[in-house]
């Protein structure tokens, strides 16, 4: 089968699409939309005012990305509002003319926090405590309090005035200040300084200054800012960047859609600026999900009018469960599943099936659900239906026919239907059962185009290559997989840098560039892999071969989760080998033994923990924590660092290995029930402390998705 992949988020497509999005066009050609309720960005990408920050939060689950320039400083930013109080926001800056330190233009990572601490009401305001650049050199680190109100119309006014007055320290302590409350002392900014440390000595310390502003929404599009700044911009004045002539900045803003929003500003007295700002929120997909409706179900006839139907009789003929199967098949795979066992008495039906097509497993069992009442005899009552996730069954969800019946047009036919609706552990194999004689072997690949970016090289902060990609999976048997990757480089400036690493610890990550110099065409992965239930609740792999671009050997993954658990354990052990920088089938000399003791927890509301405690490539020991949102319709946010053994020196540049995972599904673009996901791991810099192996079906992810927690989360979708 050819299907052509889009390997990689391209991000000035996507920002198109997404900008232009809820532009509908008036009858006059004239964009039309409702005004989007949430906070208008700042120059930094957090809710503010123009450089100063304001009190309110965006929408719950709202993810933000912003651009920004102005006298030679640019701020390119990511802010996601990650819970209704707490929000983060990662920030790329440039700024030129640096002129001394040994920089020409001086780039830097920063991380904040911003926490709601109270809600606006028709009294209070918003009010807001924020950690700015907390962890990064700390050119931009500043801690602030800050309150926001809106009012409606004021003065009779058309519109709504927003206004926004905090207390900032650092940054925003250094024009203007009223003293030092918390202590006066403040160590300096240091532009050679690694980062990536928690500057917990500096918080609210030092001079503490108020600032204010004004923001004017006079309608749906055009709003109108003023402010008062207390950033006096030391270290860029004192390098003539720009000059500051004034403490007051202005600006006009434009919504041109729904989620963009552009922005010019006059800034400090001396330069102009502009912005731009992209809002979405994950759970209003930019094309709406159209899937055809699902058929009727069955209604059975009753049992005193038609008693023949109702007879169990057909039980007894050897061939019913082979015919049943072959009548299920068919319409199993219009829905983009299929069957893979099946089970059948007179009274109960067993049904293990593959969901190609469906992001939720629930609409996927709802919908296999239809196809049983539709073929099954009418004396079979209870229906038992697992979905099959490469050999892994994964729950038994267990529904009466009865309920579905009466229910289907209930109006609170979701509930009512969970409530009696049984979730338990899939038996490793299903005995008594037809199969499906054409399940092996499968043969599928692929060939289409790639992206691959690489982030934040100083002297060219975004390089990406592109070509073509050839994949192949092929399953000869239950729970064995051979896959590979082939790709040649066409275009791409990856391999034009000249920062070769400076690591003092084995080189299993940092010498990246050396494998993008090394050839055009590279081997991404070959392996051969096997995985099944060991036993109750029990999930195995094993995979071999050439795991990832630079490593290959032998891994093996043991995982325990139960069907109804929110918690999940799992042990991964690798035996591996520094591949050649060509990408063949050739090795370097380095070996390594690594592997993981892992512990996954479901916090509830979409929010999933995890720890990692092991051995990484390099052979330093520590841990992993990561904390991630997901949202029902497959989106997901999340945020980990790793700590190690190796000390912040011998690490290098940034201290500790951290990051931001990012996942999209395919369907929030297209519109159409895909299983396709875009994902990406964004960090401030790799270095070769805390680097995990790249093992191709780690089983959780796999796994939890068909346990009673996910499909609770997305039952509606039973019905759809």
Request: no cysteine; hydrophobic share 40%.
């Amino acid at each position: 089968m050819l299907r052509f992949l889009f390997r990689k988020t391209i991000f000035a497509t996507a920002t198109i699409a997404l900008g232009t999005a809820g532009a509908a066009q008036s009858e006059e050609g004239t964009p039309h939309f409702s005004m989007p309720v949430q906070p208008t960005l700042n120059l930094y990408g957090s809710p503010g005012v123009i450089d100063m920050p304001g009190g309110e939060a965006m929408p719950d689950g709202q993810f933000a990305v912003s651009y920004s320039y102005f006298g030679g400083i640019s701020r390119t930013a990511m802010t996601f509002q990650f819970s209704p109080r707490i929000s983060a926001t990662f920030r790329y800056v440039g700024i030129q003319n640096w002129n001394s330190d040994g920089f020409d233009t001086y780039r830097d990572r920063n991380f904040d926090v911003r926490f709601l601490l109270h809600r606006e009401t028709m009294y209070w305001p918003a009010i807001t405590l924020g950690l700015q650049d907390f962890a990064g050199t700390g050119i931009n680190a500043a801690e602030y309090v800050v309150a926001t109100k809106n009012f409606d119309q004021p003065f009779s006014l058309p519109g709504t005035i927003k206004v926004t007055a905090g207390l900032g320290w650092g940054r925003l302590g250094s024009s203007g200040s009223i003293g030092a409350p918390f202590g006066s002392n403040r160590p300096t900014f240091d532009p050679n300084s690694k980062g990536g440390t928690l500057a917990t000595d500096q918080w609210f310390r030092g001079p503490a200054a108020p600032f204010a502003g004004l923001e004017w929404q006079v309608d749906d599009r055009l709003a109108l800012k003023a402010e008062y700044s207390t950033d006096a911009y030391q270290p860029e004045t004192s390098r003539g960047v720009f000059t500051r002539k004034s403490r007051l900045n202005f600006g006009a803003e434009y919504q041109y859609s729904q989620n963009l929003r552009l922005g010019a500003y006059w800034m400090y007295g001396s330069e102009f600026g502009i912005s731009a700002q992209l809002q979405v929120n994950p759970r209003r997909a930019i094309t709406p999900l159209s899937i055809p409706g699902p058929r009727a179900i069955q209604q059975r006839p009753s049992r005193t009018a038609n008693p023949a139907v109702w007879s169990e009789d057909w039980s007894q003929s050897a061939t019913a469960p082979a015919s049943i199967r072959d009548a299920m098949r068919p319409l199993l795979e219009t829905e983009g599943m299929t069957i893979e066992q099946l089970s059948v008495s007179a009274n109960s039906a067993e049904l293990r099936f593959l969901n190609h097509r469906y992001p939720s497993d629930a609409a996927a069992i709802g919908r296999a659900a239809r196809v049983m009442a539709q073929i099954l005899p009418a004396s079979v009552e209870t229906f038992r239906l697992v979905v099959v996730q490469n050999n892994l069954a994964l729950s038994t969800v267990t529904l009466r026919r009865s309920d579905l019946e009466a229910l289907e047009f209930e109006p609170d036919n979701v509930d009512a239907l969970l409530s009696v609706t049984g979730f338990s552990e899939a038996t490793p194999n299903l005995p008594h059962s037809v199969q499906n004689p054409d399940l092996y072997p499968t043969f599928h690949y692929s060939f289409g185009p790639y992206v691959a970016p690489s982030y934040f090289d100083p002297d060219s902060p975004v390089r990406a290559d592109a070509g073509v990609s050839a994949e192949f999976r092929y399953r000869f048997a239950p729970g064995w997989l051979v896959a590979g990757e082939l790709r040649h480089r066409l275009v791409g400036n990856v391999a034009d840098s000249d920062r070769y690493s400076n690591s003092v610890l084995q080189r299993v990550r940092t010498d990246g560039l050396r494998y993008a110099q090394a050839t055009d065409t590279a081997l991404r992965n070959l392996y051969v892999s096997k995985q099944w239930k060991p036993g109750a609740n029990t999930y195995a792999r094993v995979t071999a071969g050439y795991l990832e671009q630079m490593f290959g050997g032998v891994s093996a993954e043991l995982l325990w989760k139960p069907v109804n658990s929110r918690l999940a354990l799992g042990i991964e052990a690798n035996y591996v080998k520094q591949r050649e920088f060509e990408q063949r089938f050739g090795f370097q000399d380095y070996t390594v033994a690594t592997g993981h003791v892992s512990a996954y927890y479901e916090l509830g509301g979409g929010y999933y923990g995890q720890l990692d405690v092991g051995r990484y490539l390099a052979g330093d020991t520590g841990a992993t924590a990561t904390l991630t949102r997901e949202f029902a319709n497959g989106w997901s946010v999340g945020g980990f660092f790793t700590l190690t053994n190796v000390s912040a020196a011998d690490f290098g540049e940034g201290s500790f290995d951290k990051g931001i995972i990012l996942k999209i599904p395919a369907s929030w673009f297209t519109g159409q029930p895909s299983k396709r996901v875009i994902a990406t791991t964004i960090r401030p810099i790799q270095r070769d402390g805390g680097a995990r192996l790249n093992v191709p079906g780690r089983l959780y992810e796999q796994v939890r998705r068909g346990h009673r927690n996910d499909i609770v989360a997305d039952f509606g979708r039973v019905w759809e």
